[in-house]
């Protein structure tokens, strides 16, 4: 983080950002299996009605953000108040 010269909220944000968009990449990528194993039983056995309960669904996804979100800014913020290296403690003094 050092080498794109971050200060302490950056390094948050970026920490963030990073664990958001892994989770967004893990929802989407979720939700296209899903689907396509859902299309698949349906090919699979026609007759059989499948019901599609998106609740859930919104539910896990929810929490798993907000649960991110409040692990990883304790994370963030205990990491931002720390020295990276010894050059950046030489730099601001």
Known sequence: MRSISLEHK???????TEVIL???IGLIHGLVCGS???WMMSV???EAQI????????LVSF?????????????????????????FQREHK
């Not at 950056?10 to 963030?16: A, Q, S, V, W």
């Open 10 to 16: 950056g390094i948050r944000t970026y920490i963030l």
């Open 22 to 24: 892994f989770i967004l």
């Open 36 to 38: 396509f194993l859902t």
């Open 44 to 46: 699979i056995d026609p």
């Open 51 to 58: 019901v599609v309960n998106f609740i859930p669904f919104l």
């Open 63 to 87: 929490m798993m953000i907000a649960l991110a979100i409040f692990t990883f800014s304790i994370q963030a913020r205990s990491i931002s108040k720390k020295t990276l290296v010894v050059e």
